[in-house]
């Protein structure tokens, strides 16, 4: 009995470890996952990554390129320098998703359940979540129309040693019905728009003018 059970154990760690998700490495091309499929670590240099639809990864980065998670699909961690991320319909990231010199756009229903920063290039939610605060030097933010936000919002003063072109103020706007609960912490000059529906916690560093309609 105990060497049918030793037996069994035995093949089904080796069952395991015959599905386990396999890492996915480019230099000079795109990283993809087909839809409904599982990864592990999914990287590139010069490339891009593409997640697609109800796909599972663990780690999606990228330098130089895109990473783009199609809808549905889940990340544990995403990580770029120089290049956008797209979280489409659904998508989810579990951890935090980090950026430098690009864009951010999360769509309908896309959550980072933790921080979000990105230090250049627009950050967009549209009806999206962010369970972990949200950080920027020279970010525009766009908390559009019933999106959540939890953990506030930081704009850091940029560093001394940046361009002058880095000194331009970001604009900050917090969409109709949106919701950012925390500090909205701002450290320099920033355009901050919020509308009269929005709900919002408290507020350093910038006088807020109110807006109605859709947009300022």
């Known amino acids: 009995m105990r060497r049918t059970l030793f037996s069994v154990v035995i093949a089904l760690s080796f069952a395991g470890a015959a599905f386990a998700a396999e890492d996915i490495s480019k230099v000079n091309g795109t990283a993809s996952v087909e839809a409904g499929q599982r990864a ?12 697609g639809d109800q796909a599972i990864v663990e780690k999606a980065h990228s330098v130089n390129g895109s990473v783009e998670l199609g809808k549905g699909a ?11 991320v797209t979280l489409n319909d659904h998508a989810q990231i579990k951890g935090e998703l980090e950026n430098v010199n690009g864009r951010v756009k999360l769509e309908q229903g896309a959550n980072v359940a933790g921080h979000l920063s990105n230090v250049n290039g627009d950050i967009t939610l549209q009806r999206a979540h962010v369970g972990g605060g949200i950080e920027t030097v020279n970010a525009n933010i766009t908390v559009g129309e019933g999106s959540q936000v939890a953990g506030g919002i930081l704009v850091k003063k940029p560093r001394m040693s940046w361009s002058s072109s880095d000194s331009r103020p970001p604009t900050i706007i917090i969409g109709p019905h949106a919701v950012v609960t925390g500090t909205m912490t701002f450290e320099r000059e ?11 916690g408290k507020i350093e560093g910038a006088t807020p003018k109110t807006f109605s309609g859709n947009a300022p």
């Open 40 to 51: 592990g670590d999914v990287g590139t240099v010069n490339g891009s990554v593409r997640i």
């Open 74 to 84: 889940t990340a544990d961690e995403v990580h770029t320098v120089n290049g956008s």
């Open 190 to 200: 920033v355009q901050l728009y919020i509308s009269d529906s929005a709900k919002v």
